[in-house]
């Protein structure tokens, strides 16, 4: 089966309503999905960006509510607008590494969406991290030792170099194993078109 | 019949697929579309946006010209990367309030289009213009004199400040009459359903 990339930070809007949905779609579409977890903020840093550019842009970032609420209702899926935001997702994604190895990634991912966008939990807290991970029959502090080890830290930068070699610039993006890129959740399905 | 004002400028990329097929996605909806003309660029540099987003990230703009090739194709539209770009807008624009006070606008607008997009002129070149307005039996000269009056100068800047306090941020933009706003040719669908 052809496979897709699926790029995502656990801080991204617009990666919570791509994430609850891609799976069946794939599935759907016959399209196999690799989970890419990847830091946006790092990209957006390195593109002169000092903040979420929802909040570089007020407008922007009031629309950008609005149309993420829409968009959840249309798909069913609760939404509550996060505080703090942007949260910092640099222990979940590195978590988030060691989740896939595991092979439980993607349920891990869901989680973490899920408490910062429809149950306004932060994910920038760690005691939240581990709770996640507990719940999830985990072992939240050895969790969380194995992803803060060097190696771990120093693959989160390759991967996300990996991405902005790519030529990602934002989440969720999604790419084809032709290298085809595509950017934001309104693209999942011409992706697996595509795929 | 509800109503769907189109806000646009002539030097937006995307706002060139949605103007092609808008008129015919209204009428299946049974929506009035208002098409309205403002400075997308003044507003960009209210945000502190020294040129078009895509030329100041340059991955994003790469990935735009491949996208807008994409949607082109599966519209059927025919695409030519505009050379230079962001092109200067501000003649075109100000022929184009004229254009719709006479009920050919929207012609107009999708003239300028196709020229800029598919045709590899310049519609910065006030010849491009002039050339334009002949060839939709006006007198272009007669316009362009119209068009640059002081009033009609100031019109256009009352409009862009409209749009703005609208919550405008970019091109296209979509304002139902309930003042709901869409962004982008991917929420076109969605804004007519809204209206």
């Known amino acids: 089966m052809p496979r897709l990339d699926f790029w995502y930070d656990l801080a991204s809007t617009y990666s919570y309503p791509a994430a609850m949905r891609i799976d069946a779609a794939a599935e759907a579409a016959g399209v196999v ?7 946006v903020g790092a990209i957006f840093k390195a593109h002169g960006w000092p903040d979420a550019p929802f909040n570089v842009l007020p407008t922007k970032g009031r629309y950008m509510w609005r149309d993420l609420q829409r968009i959840c209702d249309a798909l069913g899926l609760p939404f509550r607008r996060p505080e703090p935001f942007p949260q ?15 092979g439980w990634g993607e349920d891990f991912a869901r989680r973490v969406y899920r408490a910062q966008f429809a ?5 920038g807290e760690r005691d939240t991290i581990t709770a996640i991970l507990d719940e ?3 072992d939240g502090d050895a969790v969380l030792a ?18 902005e070699k790519l030529g990602i610039f934002g989440a969720p993006s999604f790419v084809t194993e032709s ?17």
């Not at 999905?33 to 830091?39: A, E, K, S, T």
């Not at 080890?149 to 693959?155: I, L, T, V």
């Open 179 to 195: 290298g085809e890129l595509f950017w934001g959740n309104d693209r999942l399905d011409q992706a697996l078109a595509a795929a």
């Open 146 to 163: 194995h992803a803060e080890a060097p190696e771990n830290k120093s693959r989160l930068r390759s991967v996300t170099d990996e991405a």
């Open 119 to 123: 149950e306004g939990r932060n994910i």
């Open 33 to 39: 999905v690799r989970w890419r977890p990847f830091l």
């Open 88 to 102: 910092q997702s640099l222990t979940a994604m590195r978590a988030a590494l060691v989740a896939h190895d595991g």
């Open 136 to 138: 999830l029959g985990q």
